[in-house]
């Protein structure tokens, strides 16, 4: 049996896709004081490790094999790397033998599975459950309308189901609260469609006309319960979203 060498802690949430349940919770990592590591960190925890290449340089090469793993499997290739393997998949049903690709109905997307030596260093990871977490402002689920994936899949131009509580934009008329869909360039795109459903546990927004990639989504309000907050609150997912 491998030994624990690091400790991932969990908060407990409730399950928003059972909801004739009410004691079913899904597991949340706790994230408080990480941040998503970037090629750029990668590049100064290898040269922090004694390599002897510049900093510019193993950035270069890391940038330079994501470019090629695109386009590999943008090529139809499976690419099996040291962290996990990535396979092409186009999801959706195909009524009748000559049926033709809908955009509309199909999505070209990707199976990433953990490779051996994830599997294997996974065994090194202890869990601590830390509880329940409280009830107060969290984004606990969001559904693409379109084709009704929770997996983190999004359609620019269609709606997203945002489900869970203090979430309502308010009030709806500063143009500095909403719901932003920021890039991994950095880049921000406001939700400028009017809100179809704007309720503290359900809101329902227009993807504005994202480029395919991966996208964190923010929630900028100052509801809260009993009067508005001073200043904005910033919710994010925490779950990375992706459009095709």
């Not at 994501?66 to 790397?81: F, K, N, P």
């Not at 599997?119 to 693409?144: H, N, P, Q, S």
């Not at 709606?159 to 308010?170: F, M, P, T, V």
Request: glycine content about 8%; charged content about 25%; hydrophobic content about 40%.
């Amino acid at each position: 049996m491998s030994m624990i060498r690091f400790n991932w802690k969990l908060w407990l949430r409730l399950n928003l896709l059972t909801k004739d349940v009410d004691n079913d919770y899904i597991a949340e990592v706790s994230t408080a004081g990480k941040t998503s590591l970037r090629n750029a960190d990668i590049a100064r925890h290898i040269k922090d490790a004694g390599s002897e290449l510049k900093y510019e340089t193993i950035l270069s090469v890391l940038d330079q094999g994501d470019r090629i793993v695109r386009e590999q499997l943008q090529a139809g290739y499976s690419v099996l790397t040291g962290c996990a393997q990535f396979s092409p998949r186009v999801t959706g049903t195909w009524i009748g033998a000559n049926a033709a690709f809908d955009p509309t109905v199909h999505k070209v997307t990707l199976d990433i599975t953990p490779s051996a030596e994830m599997r294997e260093a996974l065994k090194e990871v202890g869990v601590e459950v830390l509880g329940v977490k409280d009830g107060g402002a969290y984004i606990g689920l969001i559904t693409d309308a379109a084709t009704g994936a929770a997996d983190g899949t999004i359609t620019a131009g269609d709606d997203i189901i945002i489900e869970g509580d203090r979430l309502k934009i308010a009030p709806d008329d500063d143009e500095n609260l909403g719901i932003f869909f920021v890039n991994e360039a950095g880049e921000i795109s406001p939700v400028t469609h009017r809100l179809t459903v704007n309720d503290p546990k359900r809101v329902i927004a227009r993807v504005p006309a994202l480029a395919p990639g991966t996208y964190r989504i923010y929630v900028v309000t100052r509801y809260a319960k009993s009067a508005l907050l001073k200043e904005k609150r910033t919710i994010e997912y925490d779950r990375p979203l992706t459009v095709s």
